[in-house]
């Protein structure tokens, strides 16, 4: 990034100046999908407090491109929250304002 | 034959008597139509997530076994015809689910040595 004694120079025409030089982070970390990482090959429908994790306050699906998840584990994922929801173990929907 | 684990969810108003007579009825179900029982989990009263038959919790209880597939329809028909039987699930396990299941049964039975 330019400095400020050359900002103010205006040594590029047409570039933005700033008085300050801005400094936003623009590489964050990549997503991975936490099954290929760690080795899971079965997502267990019983284990309700793992699967809490994929769901948002409202007991919906969380989707893949937040949680950074594979197609091919976000699909047993869904599956077994379905699973755990007919189970009653995970609720279908959750109101907040109760 | 396959691999199968059944959950099933009893109405919380029974007694311990029925209780253990209604698994034990599945389970003499399940092995006189040739299935093997593996493992037998009682997880007590649990409470449920959202209202089933106006109910808040019941008895949860799981079966893993092997058994022929022609056995499974019959018992789940024994399951909806049942009033004690709030809700069942039976999945079939795959070969990663079977080194699961078998993984989880290690560690509770390890958990029931250590308390």
């Keep these: 990034m330019a400095s400020i004694q050359e900002q103010a120079k205006g040594k590029k025409d047409g570039e933005i100046r700033y008085l300050t030089p801005l400094n936003i982070e623009t590489s964050k970390a990549k997503k991975y999908c936490r099954f290929q990482r760690s080795g899971i090959k079965y997502i267990d429908y019983k284990d309700a407090d793992f699967l809490l994790s994929f769901v948002n306050e409202q007991g919906k699906l969380l989707p893949r491109r937040l949680t950074g998840t594979s197609l091919k584990f976000q699909r047993k994922v869904a599956v077994a929250v379905k699973r755990a929801r007919h189970l009653a173990l995970m609720p279908y929907v959750t109101d907040l304002y109760k | ?115």
């Design chain 2, 1 to 115: 034959m396959n691999h199968y684990e059944t959950v099933f969810i009893l109405n919380p108003v029974l007694s311990e008597e029925q209780i253990k007579e209604t698994v034990k009825k599945y389970e003499d179900i399940l092995v006189s139509k040739g299935a093997k029982m593996i493992s037998k989990e009682d997880w007590g009263l649990k409470k449920f997530a959202y209202a089933i038959q106006h109910k808040k919790s019941g008895f949860y209880h799981m079966f893993e076994y092997t058994a022929p597939g022609e056995s499974i329809n019959p018992m789940e028909v024994e399951f909806r015809r049942d009033e004690r039987i709030m809700r069942y699930l039976t999945v079939k396990l795959d070969k990663h689910a079977i080194a699961w299941a078998e993984k989880r049964r290690n560690r509770n039975s390890k958990q029931k040595a250590k308390a």
